[in-house]
């Protein structure tokens, strides 16, 4: 059974920090690339961050660039998004997502975890 399961989301006030956790299994987690994406109430669902299988590239929305930083570790098959210097519009429902590297392409989702950045 896949399962991508969220934590370390949570309440943090501006300029702070966060570190999100997606642990996976069921699947050949070295085999897929690992984004995380974000999503507030009324908008669409925003890619934040993505690496690659091996975690040789990274890549980021123009929104966190400098802020956030994602990493994986194979061994542990989980993922990680570091964020820091919070700001308010980083609020929202941040979703770990896999996508296979080869055909057939194959996406799995977690079921979020919330992060909320207030005073």
């Known amino acids: 059974q896949v399962q991508l399961v969220e934590s370390g989301g949570g309440l943090v006030q501006p300029g702070g920090s966060l570190r999100l956790s997606c642990a996976a299994s069921g699947f050949t987690f070295t085999t897929y690339n690992m984004n995380w994406y974000r999503q507030t109430l009324g908008k669409e669902r925003e890619l934040v961050a993505t690496?690659?299988?091996?975690?040789?590239?990274?890549n980021f929305a123009d929104s966190v660039k400098g802020r956030f930083t994602i990493s994986r570790d194979n061994a542990k098959a989980t993922v990680y998004l570091q964020m820091n210097s919070l700001k308010p519009e980083d609020t929202a429902l941040y979703y770990c997502n896999a996508v296979s590297r080869t055909w057939p392409i194959m996406s799995y989702w977690g079921q979020g975890t919330q992060v909320t950045v207030s005073s």
């Open positions: 690496i690659t299988s091996d975690g040789g590239s990274t």
